[in-house]
């Protein structure tokens, strides 16, 4: 487990009480996630990973507050984090509604219209581990193009899981973006969107 001096301290100032038990649940391959409850009566959702790159946690909080700025789709409240650790409001789960999916893709819609001029953000992310440039574009083709797609190529070429007529063909896509995905303006979208972080309970939210 990861060192949680720095959450044990936070409990401690804000009378949260002391750690009384966490159970592990399943997610993703990157981190270690669990269910945490104190001797105070309170419980979080904690992700913690020992070995995770340098700001890799305030990166996800700094994200997750400014999904819930949007007052679109239920985000889960941030309220601590380190370089070991990120504790997060627990969203009990719920048997979802026949319109659960719906009323999901209209939240997620309703957040992707909140628009930027640019395209970027004024933070690096990561994708899993990977460190994610994000500095402010106003070609979006070229934003995808460079600092995601040929990004990641050119690292697995470096990396030796690419050939270089893979990174060239790659090449060549990104210079057809412009054909074949429509002009649109810059929005904010969640970047690693997938089944584990859509949560099911009485109402949609993506949980990180």
Known sequence: MSD???????????????????????????NEAGILRTDAGFCYFLKHNRRAPAGMFECE?????LMTETGTIRIPAVYFW????LLMEYLE???????YWENFGRALAAMHRHTAQAFG????????????PNTWTQDGYQF?????????GRLAQHQGLLQQTDLEMLEQICGKLPEWIPEQPASLIHGDLWSGNAHI?????ITG
Do not use: H
């Not at 953000?121 to 994610?132: A, E, M, P, R, W």
């Open 4 to 30: 949680l001096s720095g959450l044990n301290s936070w409990l401690q100032r804000n009378a949260k009480g002391r750690i009384i038990g966490q159970t592990t649940v399943a997610g993703g391959c990157i």
């Open 61 to 65: 909080a700094r994200s997750l507050k």
């Open 82 to 85: 380190d370089e070991q650790c």
């Open 93 to 99: 789960p719920a048997q979802a509604r026949k319109d």
């Open 121 to 132: 953000l004024d933070i690096d992310t990561y994708c899993g581990t990977t460190k994610q």
């Open 144 to 152: 995808f193009a460079e600092q995601r797609l040929l990004m990641q």
């Open 201 to 205: 309970g009485k109402r949609p939210a």
